[in-house]
Nanobody, 119 residues
Framework: QVQLVDSGGGLVQPGGSLRLSCATSISIFSFDALAWYRQAPGKERELVASITNGGSRNYPDSVKGRFTISRDNAKNTMYLQMNSLEPEDTAVYYC?????????????WGQGTQVTISS
């Protein structure tokens, strides 16, 4: 069974930084891709960062240059470093892993961690 536990959220002033963590129950390289999503009240869940096993990273324009996704194979953990945070970044953040086996697509999620940006 694959389990993801994300953590590190909190209350931060505008311009501040946070690092989110996501511990996985198996090797990070068992997955085809790792990602972070966020969902604000009344909004759709939005991709904010992704990384493949080959190291290719992708960010939407809303966070590019401010957020960085990374991984630590020894700890089976992925991270999201968030800098220059803005009130618009307030949301519940979820880590995500994806694996494709034949025609089957396996998608796993953390429970979510709240990030609030406010003065």
């Amino acid at each position: 069974q694959v389990q993801l536990v994300d953590s590190g959220g909190g209350l931060v002033q505008p311009g501040g930084s946070l690092r989110l963590s996501c511990a996985t129950s198996i090797s990070i390289f068992s997955f085809d891709a790792l990602a972070w999503y966020r969902q604000a009240p009344g909004k759709e869940r939005e991709l904010v960062a992704s990384i493949t096993n080959g190291g290719s990273r992708n960010y939407p324009d809303s966070v590019k240059g401010r957020f960085t996704i990374s991984r630590d194979n020894a700890k089976n953990t992925m991270y999201l470093q968030m800098n220059s945070l803005e009130p618009e970044d307030t949301a519940v953040y979820y880590c995500n892993t994806q694996t494709v086996v034949g025609l089957k697509h396996y998608n796993y999620w953390g429970q979510g961690t709240q990030v609030t940006i406010s003065s």
